[in-house]
């Protein structure tokens, strides 16, 4: 079987806004990108990496977190191993978007998408700039109306699932209205922001799970700390971090079949 080129899509974000004013730290969650992409690299597949400014993506640090890990030292550990793999790979050092949709022989190339997880995609990712206005960043749109053009696997997790909000209607239709998903659930939400434990000192003036259900997503859930992946047709989804695992099983499976019959 040939071998697949990935393209993963990383926010360059550092902070997301409060609705009460103010803004707390983000960044791209450890586990929603290297358990995902993990499969993907063991099995020889390329990933190439794109993001908004061309700025390579920051790790947030709450997801460094012992009660993400299942407070596993080693688990935590081999993510960090995977993530200097990725670094070695070209994490940090991204292509800049706009040049990738200026060259459509190389975006033809690329079989499939992935968009991570943390809030920091909601900043710059699903809009072009969240801290400063609530314009939606249509080179996102542009980049996923490529790939659900071309029926190409497009997978995405926990906020970095809000970006599907980005892509364009098309005869009067959102390009996913109607697909089923998920994304973080808001009892996610009211964990991370209410909690004392979690408290991040604000809350963002909107939700990934209001955004989609708006927009025409069919969104569901399941209680926290359960996996919950949901494939629809091109499309692929994870709830949050306990799904990053069964994301990149069952990503790499969709791929697989794709690479098979394209």
């Keep these: 079987m040939n071998k697949a080129t990935i393209l993963v899509y990383t926010s360059s974000a550092t902070r997301v806004p ?20 993990e499969p993907l690299i063991e099995k020889g597949h390329r990933l ?50 706009s040049s ?41 749109g542009e980049l996923l109306l490529h790939f659900h053009h071309a029926g190409k696997p497009t997978a995405l997790i926990c906020h970095g699932a809000a970006a599907l909000a980005a892509a364009p209607e098309v005869d009067g239709h959102w390009i996913y209205e109607g697909y089923s998903m998920t994304c973080v659930s808001r009892s996610g939400e009211w964990m991370a922001e209410d909690l004392p434990f979690f408290n991040v000192g604000g809350h963002m003036p909107d939700y990934p799970k209001s955004i989609l259900e708006r927009s025409g997503g069919m969104v569901s859930n399941v209680m926290i700390g359960k996996s919950l992946v949901v ?32």
Aim: proline letters at 4%; a negative charge.
């Design 48 to 97: 190439e990496f794109v993001s908004p400014d061309g700025t390579g993506c920051t790790i947030d640090k709450s997801s460094f977190q012992p009660v993400y890990w299942q407070f596993s030292s080693r688990r935590l550990e081999h993510a960090q191993n995977v993530l200097t793999e990725l670094d070695a790979l070209g994490l940090r050092s991204p292509m800049k978007l």
């Design 18 to 37: 409060h609705r009460e004013g103010g803004s707390h730290e983000v960044g791209v969650f450890l586990g929603e990108l290297t358990e995902v992409v």
């Design 231 to 262: 494939e629809d047709r091109e499309l692929i989804t994870g709830q949050d971090p306990m799904s990053a695992e069964e994301l990149g099983k069952r990503f790499l499976a969709k791929i697989e079949r794709y690479m098979e019959i394209r």
């Design 100 to 140: 990738l949709l200026a060259d459509r022989n190389h975006l033809d190339r690329i079989d499939a998408l992935f968009i991570p997880g943390g809030h920091a995609p909601m900043t710059d990712i699903l809009h072009r700039n969240w801290l400063e206005s609530d314009e939606l960043n249509h080179e996102t």
